[in-house]
């Protein structure tokens, strides 16, 4: 099976320019989550989707950033407009199960924003 | 308070060789759950192992095995015949469903190389 998918993979963009990431789950798996790494910090969780509701969103830093997840299928996160400690690494992931540990994570967006 | 301590941020092992990589975590609950994942450069983030708070015995996977000491509250993740495939960024996680959420909480991660 297909695994998740992150596009794009990298973004260059300036401060105050707005950005759309979007996270392609695992056909199936109704839980969605978005996470960032910050340079040398601990990876943070950001917020989780069941279908296309938002489970959990403790974890966005402000209202510069919005996520959606249409139909319950994909999910973007935008950012607008982009400030430079938004700079990060922006990991998707899915599961099929509410309480299901097998989380599977795609590659990432790196994004950097001068 | 960190709930998830990593304090070696980079680790060198001779290929071969076992090594260790040390977590610490910070939780009340009895019910929780600890991950190991493995990023390479390429970036994606690959699962390695779990265990349960409730398990008994140590998760093992292969060549990684999991050195759950409960008490100390550490997940140390063991390599054993380590290979140049398993140089990596490697994180450790933990998940506390008893709050009702289901995301995981990491540390800042151990970047290992390994030396032919």
């Known amino acids: 099976e297909a695994g998740v998918t992150q596009f794009p993979s990298h973004s260059v963009i300036e401060k105050g320019q707005t950005v759309t990431l979007r996270c392609d789950p695992i056909?199936?798996?109704?839980?969605l989550y978005w996470y960032r790494r910050v340079m040398g910090k601990e990876i943070k969780f950001l917020l989780h989707?069941?279908?296309?509701?938002?489970?959990?969103e403790s974890g966005m830093p402000n209202n510069r950033f919005l996520a959606e997840r249409t139909g319950g299928t994909y999910s973007t996160l935008k950012v607008q407009p982009a400030e430079l400690e938004d700079s990060g690494v922006y990991f998707c992931?899915?599961?099929?199960?509410?309480?299901?540990?097998?989380?599977?994570f795609g590659s990432g967006t790196r994004l950097t924003v001068v | 308070a960190q709930k998830i301590t990593q304090t070696q941020p980079g680790m060198f092992v001779q290929e071969k060789e076992a090594v260790t990589l040390d977590c610490t975590y910070d939780?009340?609950?009895?019910?929780?759950?600890l991950f190991w994942y493995k990023q390479p450069s390429s970036g994606e983030m690959i699962f390695l192992i779990y265990?349960?708070?409730?398990?008994?015995q140590n998760a093992t996977e292969g060549r990684y095995s999991l050195n759950f000491q409960k008490a100390r509250k550490s997940a140390n993740l063991v390599i054993s015949a380590s290979q140049l495939g398993d140089s990596a960024m490697y994180f450790c996680?933990?998940?506390?469903?008893?709050?009702?959420?289901?995301?995981?909480?990491f540390g800042t991660g151990t970047r290992l190389t390994v030396i032919p």
């Open positions: 056909s199936g798996h109704d839980n």
């Open positions: 992931a899915s599961s099929q199960e509410w309480g299901d540990y097998g989380y599977t």
């Open positions: 939780t009340s609950d009895q019910s929780y759950g």
């Open positions: 265990q349960g708070s409730y398990d008994e």
């Open positions: 996680a933990m998940r506390e469903p008893e709050t009702g959420a289901n995301n995981l909480f």
């Open positions: 989707f069941v279908k296309e509701s938002k489970q959990d």
